[in-house]
């Protein structure tokens, strides 16, 4: 009995010993490499160039070319991310950090290794560049500006309809791609916009349909769409009829001398319609052998006005 309890305790600082070497073992190895990652070291770091603001137009050849090594001085901790990805990412703006000449950008990496400095960071100090001059190659597409058009597809609720028209944040767009396609192109229109028992104003995001042209794109890739919608209604005024274009040799007679014209206007504008901003008018010229009476046609309506219609269709006439 007293042998089995000596084993246990034994044992027992057996584990004890064990569990304490593991701690300081580890606490050893930890402190070993902080104190490692602490030192100054010197490495040579691939940085992937990178250009913003290009033209659409220009398509960038993307190789092993386009890459600077920088051999840096830092602290381990620093270049511990390099243990996972073999490069950092360099931005450079194509209008103010590089020249173009024969189809390549130029950066001149010993001149501007200030804009390496920025964009490492403290963390490292730059020691050299290779190489002193980078030549990024490119290719140029034709390009184009076009109008846009909508196409539309809108049903409104009964009592309101779009108060003017359409409008887009932008009136036209780029196309970029062969010559031999942008050439041919004149215009772009928008996909479908299609809405149903519409009674509010309307704002929407569409993208531009090129679906029918092959190898293009276009920029922006989608424009938004706004239109006022409000509550909508009809009146009616009578308009005198003038003829036009009656010889001189010519007199006649016509009956009605007026026409109920009706006009479909927004409620803002309903008070601001008045008869004077009506023309009907009958063209003489229009008669021949089979017809025997004028048709009226309104000429003149308000810009603001809708729709308008003239409910009598004929204008009855003798010749005196």
Do not use: H, W
């Not at 770091?45 to 033209?55: G, Q, R, Y």
């Not at 243990?83 to 103010?96: T, V």
């Not at 010993?110 to 290719?139: H, M, W």
Request: charged letters at 30%; hydrophobic letters at 40%.
């Amino acid at each position: 009995m007293k042998s089995n309890k000596n084993t246990n305790i034994f044992d027992y600082v057996k584990k004890k010993n064990y569990k304490r070497f593991g701690l300081f073992f580890i606490a050893a190895f930890v402190l070993l490499i902080f104190s490692k990652l602490s030192n100054d070291y010197k490495e040579t770091i691939k940085l992937k160039v990178s250009l913003i603001n290009v033209e659409d137009e220009i398509i960038i050849k993307n190789d092993s070319s386009n890459y600077i090594e920088a051999y840096v001085k830092a602290k381990g901790f620093a270049l511990v991310p390099f243990l996972f990805k073999n490069s950092k990412e360099l931005i450079l703006n194509s209008k103010d950090d590089v020249t173009i000449k024969d189809n390549q950008f130029i950066f001149d990496a010993q001149k501007q290794k200030y804009l390496l400095e920025d964009q490492l960071g403290t963390a490292y100090e730059l020691l050299s560049v290779r190489p002193d001059t980078l030549l990024i190659s490119f290719s140029k597409r034709a390009s184009k500006i076009v109008p846009l058009e909508l196409v539309e597809n809108i049903t409104y609720a009964v009592g309101y309809d779009l108060k003017d028209a359409f409008k887009f944040n932008i009136d036209s767009v780029k196309i970029v791609g062969s010559s031999a396609v942008v050439d041919n192109i004149s215009s772009l229109s928008t996909k479908e916009l299609k809405l149903t028992d519409v009674n509010q104003s309307i704002d929407k995001t569409i993208d531009i349909d090129i679906s029918e042209f092959d190898d293009i794109e276009v920029f922006p890739k989608s424009v938004k769409v706004a239109g006022e919608v409000t509550r909508f209604t009809e009146g009616t005024l009578d308009i005198p009829v003038v003829i036009t274009n009656q010889p001189k040799s010519v007199n006649i007679n016509y009956f009605p001398k007026t026409v109920s014209v009706s006009f479909y206007v927004d409620l803002e504008n309903y008070n601001a319609v008045k008869p004077e901003d009506f023309r009907v008018e009958c063209n003489y010229k229009d008669l021949n052998k089979n017809l025997t009476y004028l048709q009226p046609k309104v000429v003149k309506k308000p810009s603001f006005v809708k729709r308008v219609n003239i409910r009598q269709k004929r204008i009855d006439y003798i010749r005196l």
